[in-house]
Structure formats: structure tokens, C-alpha cells
Nanobody, 124 residues
Framework: QVRLVESGGGLVQAGVSLRLACAAS????????MGWFRQAPGKEREFVAA????????YYSHSVKGRFTISRDNAKNTAYLQMDSLKPEDTAVYYC?????????????????WGQGSQVTVSS
């Protein structure tokens, strides 16, 4: 099983950028497709973005498409989520996750390993 550790969260003002990183260890990183999810207080966890093992394919939720960019560096065993033009409604705990399967990557049930989460707070 792969171990995932997120970093890069924080408190920022609306309109600025932030980059989250997800460092993986324990198994071959290229075995996994990677995803980012988030959970705001009082809400269910929701899909944000996903990337396949090679980085050739990416997927985004409608709410972040055009503002967020998911990427990965397989040499560094790390996935990233670049978040631009942040809005107060982006405030949430952000989780990275790893999946063997390359199908249904927008669904959290497809992922078998999860990080501990990183808080992102966007003030207006």
C-alpha cells in the first residue's frame, strides 16, 4: 500500500494562488492514478481533479476547471494541485488519493489510499 502525505495548505486571500503537494512512498508511484478531493465543513467530500499514472490524462470538476491544474512528477513520487484564482468557496480540507484502477477516477470509492488532508482557507 502507498503512503500519502499532503503539504502546502494554508490561509490565503481570495484571488491568490496556492500549490498543494502529495508525496507518495511505499510502492511504485507509477502504479497509481492520483486524485484530489476536498471536504468543506458540513458538506460531503467531493472530487476536485485526477491524473492518470503517466500524466497524459487529467480530469477536473466543473467548479475548478480552468483555475486548478493537477500534475505529477514521477521521478519525485509527488503529485501536485496548483490552485489559481482561489475563491472563499474553495475553503476545505484537501485530500490526495491513489487508485490502481484507471476507471471512475471522479469517484472516491475508486481510491484505496488517502492522505491525512491539508487545510486550505480562502478569506474574502
Amino acid at each position: 500500500q502507498v503512503r500519502l502525505v499532503e503539504s502546502g495548505g494554508g490561509l490565503v486571500q481570495a484571488g491568490v494562488s496556492l500549490r498543494l503537494a502529495c508525496a507518495a512512498s511505499g510502492r511504485t508511484f507509477t502504479t497509481y492514478n492520483m486524485g484530489w478531493f476536498r471536504q468543506a465543513p458540513g458538506k460531503e467530500r467531493e472530487f476536485v481533479a485526477a491524473i492518470n499514472w503517466s500524466g497524459a490524462y487529467t480530469y477536473y470538476s466543473h467548479s475548478v476547471k480552468g483555475r486548478f491544474t493537477i500534475s505529477r512528477d514521477n521521478a519525485k513520487n509527488t503529485a501536485y494541485l496548483q490552485m489559481d484564482s482561489l475563491k472563499p468557496e474553495d475553503t476545505a480540507v484537501y485530500y490526495c488519493a491513489a487508485a490502481y484502477s484507471d476507471s471512475a477516477l471522479t469517484m472516491d470509492s475508486s481510491y484505496g489510499s488517502w492522505g491525512q488532508g491539508s487545510q486550505v482557507t480562502v478569506s474574502s
